[in-house]
Nanobody, 123 residues
Framework: VQLQASGGGLVQGGGSLRLSCAAS????????MAWFRQAPGKERQFVAA????????YYADSVKGRFTISRDDAENTVFLQMNSLKPEDTAVYYC?????????????????WGQGTQVTVSS
């Protein structure tokens, strides 16, 4: 099973980026997919999760109203649209998945991880 994240980059504060994470090796249709991030010297933290393509996302308070998680189950892909980016959003962003319909905010509950994509927001 592989999760391949892409879409990171350098952006000015107030700008937008869209991250993608394509899964291969198995389908996660109906199961939870999520995004986490890790800033230098900090622990990996929950950003957003989604149960299936028809459901609403769950978000960390720090990104609520600015980030939107979505997925395309036909493509086995999850997205993270990030708007109004701030310098404190700078981190490596990881996609993750678990084979259950229960949302979890804990990184320890996700057995499948992508390799991470760097997001840098300048002030």
């Amino acid at each position: 099973v592989q999760l391949q994240a892409s879409g990171g980059g350098l952006v000015q504060g107030g700008g937008s980026l869209r991250l993608s994470c394509a899964a291969s090796g198995r389908t996660f249709t109906g199961y939870v997919m999520a995004w986490f991030r890790q800033a230098p010297g900090k622990e990996r933290q929950f950003v957003a999760a989604i149960r299936d393509s028809g459901s609403s996302g769950y978000y960390a308070d720090s990104v609520k109203g600015r980030f939107t998680i979505s997925r395309d189950d036909a493509e086995n892909t999850v997205f993270l649209q990030m708007n109004s980016l701030k310098p404190e959003d700078t981190a490596v962003y990881y996609c993750a998945a678990r084979t259950t319909t229960v949302i979890s905010y804990s990184r320890y509950q996700y057995p499948y991880w992508g390799q991470g994509t760097q997001v840098t927001v300048s002030s």
